[in-house]
């Protein structure tokens, strides 16, 4: 998220946590897959696992799975190639969906985020929502609140609005799927079979997919109970 030009600042969650271990002394290696092996290599006294999410198309919207629907997570990390008319299946409600939506207007791209709740964005606090929308409808962002997708046909994407229930298309070039990734506890279970860890403690999108707030506090307490014992 710290790509969209409105969300610089949320990068220094990850500043401060990497000068505050810098500082602590903790050993920290990066680019490094951690298996049960070489867990057991370290002969650790606790396990804390935060293997996070992996992104996922949902199912259920037929043709789906034959298009260029791409994660949310992917168009952040540039990871895929965006065309020039962009629809957003919006299905969490965050400040990413947002964000994505004034990253693309910025490369003057026609963004329309559709979405099944009365509004866009219902999981951002009001005060950011605020400012979010400004921004992002002073980039011509369409919003289609109250629709849903019912399928995609190559380029078409084919919706329904709730209330009217007057179907209606918007032709995109791609499809952005914003939606909870799935969890990734495939290390957690591994040790949790072994049996091998005496402490064993899973926090964050590992275990249910959430926002930032969540994970840092489960690693606060988990971190607390570990040094406390």
Request: hydrophobic share 40%.
């Given at each position: 998220?710290t ?5 610089e ?5 990850t ?6 271990m810098?500082r602590l002394g903790?050993?920290v ?7 049960p092996e ?5 002969a650790p ?8 999410s992996?992104p996922r198309i949902?199912?259920g919207?037929?043709g789906?799975d034959?298009t260029n ?9 540039e ?15 965050s ?6 939506a004034s ?7 026609h963004?329309?985020i559709i ?13 950011s929502l605020?400012p ?10 369409v919003f ?14 084919q ?27 495939a290390?957690?279970r ?7 860890v005496g ?13 930032t707030d969540?994970?840092?506090r ?10 406390s014992?």
């Amino acid at each position: 998220l710290t790509r969209v030009k409105e969300h610089e600042e949320f990068g220094d969650v990850t500043r401060y946590l990497i000068k505050e271990m810098s500082r602590l002394g903790v050993d920290v290696r990066t680019d490094t897959t951690v298996t049960p092996e070489m867990v057991d290599q370290e002969a650790p006294d606790a396990v804390i696992v935060a293997t996070g999410s992996l992104p996922r198309i949902p199912g259920g919207i037929p043709g789906i799975d034959e298009t260029n629907a791409v994660h949310i997570r992917d168009v952040l990390l540039e990871n895929v190639d965006v065309g020039q008319n962009v629809a957003i299946i919006d299905r969490d409600g965050s400040t990413r969906c947002l964000g994505v939506a004034s990253f693309l207007a910025e490369q003057d791209k026609h963004v329309e985020i559709i979405t099944p709740v009365f509004y866009v964005g219902w999981n951002v606090n009001f005060m950011s929502l605020l400012p979010a929308y400004m921004n992002v409808l002073s980039k011509d962002v369409v919003f289609r609140p109250m629709c849903d997708v019912t399928g995609v046909d190559g380029h078409t994407v084919q919706a329904i609005q709730y209330f009217s229930f007057k179907d209606f298309s918007i032709e995109a070039d791609t499809i952005v799927v914003s939606h909870a990734g799935v969890p990734d506890s495939a290390l957690y279970r591994a040790l949790k079979e072994g049996g091998a860890v005496g402490e064993l403690y899973a926090i964050g999108d590992c275990v249910a997919a959430r926002f930032t707030d969540s994970a840092i506090r489960e690693g606060t307490e988990v971190g607390r109970k570990v040094a406390s014992g």
